[in-house]
């Protein structure tokens, strides 16, 4: 017996050692019929919303739409829109809503002018007071949120009145503070030009496509499911058509500004931490089941806590923006800020449900408003009323469709 145990182990052993087949790979056709079935479109009806507006606003302009001036423009103005719209992502993702979001922002910029004005304070300084102000709100909205269990609506409605009042009584007895500081007012009126501005996104495409490549073989190492390699390359590719093109148009005007640098910053390293780190994964399962993640031992009051001081943060760098480019801190709140970064998350195709939607959306999205409202304000005839009603009409289609989609998404499974 013992012989044929050690016979079989033999036969056993010298067994040839066979790996599972690696999974066919999609078609970029099977593919999109795939998505297209479980109602997974993505970003696609933004994207072709977005070059329907070019196309447009270009051909009614007589070419000047896309004038390498009024593009950097349209840049220099929409800035603080997606920096406050990165931070109503956030949130969203949470399936929570921040209506302080516009006050915050004025009131960081106050901040920062009040101390750099006032007090003398250097750039830095005066800066990283604005920002820290705004970290110091979003983890007051968050306790209140989270360990009170205070609804969101609630807590940041009553945190945009409070912060309205304290930016008047900060700026006491003035109704507007001139900002002097060089370089605090030179983030939104300085540009790179050739050739480190050709320069400079050259490492950033580098690390995007590596970052892409490396999380397809770790999940492949995994068992878990990977997107076929083509995909990784169509973003790439686009991304670097993208590039060139923004390129190609800001050299022909003054350079890349300033303010274009810290926006895409700002979206890279958000994209990097919700991405490929525990805290993303961790802000996606909050937002998608709170009480599943509870469950699997994420601390959902951190998360949520955190989510609200990032949110708040980065509402006051988009204040700080403001004051840059206004170079003035004025103590009335403009509420349409709050409005436009809400609807640039929703139409970018991030989720009023929470748990799903990505950073990358608010280009697409502020891309969107800041060309309707550059195109429209090219024709004369065109009143504030009917771009009001036209970015609101654009709005509810980005919610109209939302719904349609988690409704397919419920019925396939997903």
């Not at 495409?205 to 490549?213: C, E, K």
């Not at 979206?267 to 996606?284: K, P, S």
């Not at 800020?337 to 939607?357: C, E, M, Q």
């Not at 090219?378 to 509810?396: N, P, R, T």
């Amino acid at each position: 017996m013992q012989s044929d145990v050690t016979s079989a182990s033999t036969t056993t052993s010298q067994a040839p050692q066979t790996t599972p087949p690696s999974p066919p790979q999609e078609s970029m056709m099977d593919a999109l019929r795939s998505r297209l079935r479980r109602g997974d479109i993505g970003q696609a009806p933004a994207a072709l919303m977005l070059l329907v507006i070019i196309i447009v606003f270009e051909f009614f302009s007589d070419g000047v739409f896309l004038h390498p001036i009024n593009l950097s423009n349209l840049i220099l103005q929409e800035a603080d829109v997606a920096v406050i719209a990165l931070a109503a992502v956030l949130t969203l993702l949470l399936a929570e809503i921040d209506l302080s979001l516009a006050a915050v922002a004025y009131l960081c910029g106050a901040v920062t002018v009040v101390t750099s004005t006032n007090y003398h304070w250097p750039a830095v300084w005066a800066l990283l007071a604005g920002l820290g102000a705004g970290v110091i709100i979003g983890t007051i909205n968050g306790v209140l949120v989270a360990i009170l269990r205070i609804p969101s609506f609630v807590v940041t409605l009553a945190g945009y009145i409070f912060y309205s009042g304290l930016l008047a009584q900060i700026e006491f007895p003035n109704t507007t503070i001139t900002l002097f500081d060089p370089a605090i007012k030179g983030i939104m009126s300085n540009y790179l030009t050739f050739p480190w501005d050709v320069l400079s996104p050259i490492p950033i495409i580098v690390i995007y496509a590596g970052l892409l490549l490396y999380e397809r073989q770790r999940r492949m190492k995994a068992g878990l499911v990977a997107g076929p390699l083509w995909a990784i390359w169509l973003k790439v590719g686009l991304l670097i058509a993208f590039v060139a093109v923004a390129l190609f148009v800001f050299e022909d005007a003054l350079g890349v500004p300033y303010a274009m640098y810290i926006v895409f910053g700002v979206l890279i390293v958000f994209w990097l931490l919700l991405r490929f780190t525990t805290f993303g994964r961790h802000v996606y399962a909050v937002g998608g089941n709170s009480e599943a993640a509870r469950r699997a031992g994420i601390n959902v009051t951190m998360i949520r806590i955190s989510v609200f001081a990032l949110g708040s943060m980065l509402a006051g760098l988009g204040g700080i923006l403001v004051t840059s480019r206004t170079t003035s801190a004025p103590t009335a709140v403009d509420p349409r800020l709050l409005l436009l970064a809400i609807a640039v998350a929703v139409i970018g195709g991030v989720s009023l449900f929470g748990g799903r939607g990505s950073v990358w959306g608010v280009v697409l999205g502020v891309l969107i408003i800041g060309c309707l409202e550059n195109g429209l304000t090219l024709f004369s005839s065109a009143s504030s009323a009917f771009e009001q009603m036209l970015e609101g009409a654009v709005l509810i289609a980005a919610v109209i469709l939302d719904a349609i989609t988690r409704r397919r998404r419920a019925v396939s499974g997903r």
